[in-house]
């Protein structure tokens, strides 16, 4: 029948054509069988430049995770819901009516205005906050607890991005707590959708949020759990509530839908 439905596309081959045919014939069909088995809507496909994480931790916390390496991550000003943005990411820091109030720097720029602006992501606004920190030439990441960009600490200040919040202390006991509240995390005890942000001993990088409430204690034993296979160095919480978004080929997160003023986007999908 192979044959026949040859002949009747491409005219009547000779018999030393029709080897040749019927291979072009098959590798066609295995190409559109494999183009299928790699879109998105698969659950084979891999995105080449980041892993995608769902799991639910023993306390009920469900966490949605984007892993990458730091060089893939991007700092980025929007003023958009992070859904409806063409980035795969995350909300960033917090904000207020279109100030930024974390820290969000690049190579000692921040995402708005000019160094010391009020809201431009040169300041974490109010209180010195956990800051996670690249250093692209140690290629290390860090939590260093700041209150304007003058003060991080970097090999290279030309090299280098910031992204503030609230530290998570991960390997800080019970003080953990203690650190969260002196920097003012907001709604601590209150159940609330959160993100966050953190890195393992091989400066890997995830970016976490969730889409049910939960208090910062549930949000963070979910991470320490569920994220890093145990090898989690630190961390920080990132804004909350409505503003935990998520954009990525497997899920989106609207959070309230809400515009945000910051996210954190993969340079590459």
């Not at 991007?74 to 795969?88: C, G, H």
């Not at 991960?170 to 650190?179: F, P, S, Y």
């Not at 509240?181 to 993100?195: G, K, V």
């Not at 990132?238 to 609207?254: E, F, I, T």
Request: with cysteine; net charge neutral; glycine share 8%.
């Amino acid at each position: 029948m192979v044959v026949r439905a040859l002949r009747g596309m491409f005219g009547w081959p000779t018999r030393s054509q029709i080897p040749m045919l019927l291979a072009a014939f098959l590798f066609g069909n295995l190409l559109a069988v494999l183009f299928t088995a790699v879109q998105p809507t698969s659950p084979f496909f891999h995105p080449r430049h980041y892993t995608y994480q769902e799991t639910v931790a023993a306390n009920g916390v469900r966490l949605f995770a984007l892993q990458t390496v730091p060089q893939n991550i991007s700092l980025k000003p929007i003023a958009t819901n992070v859904s409806r943005t063409p980035d795969y990411g995350i909300n960033g820091g917090f904000f207020w009516e279109g100030y930024l109030l974390s820290i969000a720097v690049i190579n000692d720029k921040p995402l708005i205005g000019q160094p010391e602006d009020y809201g431009s992501g040169w300041y974490n606004i109010d209180y010195p906050k956990g800051t996670l920190v690249w250093d692209e030439i140690t290629r290390r990441f860090s939590v260093q607890v700041v209150q304007d960009a003058h003060e991080i600490k970097v090999t290279d200040r030309q090299r280098y991005w910031a992204q503030g919040g609230v530290s998570m202390s991960l390997h800080n006991g019970a003080r953990w707590i203690q650190q969260a509240r002196a920097e003012d995390m907001p709604a601590f005890d209150e159940p609330r959708l959160r993100s966050g942000v953190v890195y393992d001993d091989r400066q890997n990088v995830w970016m976490v949020v969730t889409d049910k409430p939960c208090t910062v204690e549930q949000f963070r034993t979910a991470i320490v759990e569920k994220i890093g296979n145990g090898r989690l160095v630190d961390g920080v919480f990132l804004d909350g509530d409505g503003s935990s978004q998520m954009n990525s080929a497997q899920k989106v997160l609207k959070g309230d839908s809400r515009e945000v003023y910051q996210m954190m986007a993969l340079k590459q999908k």
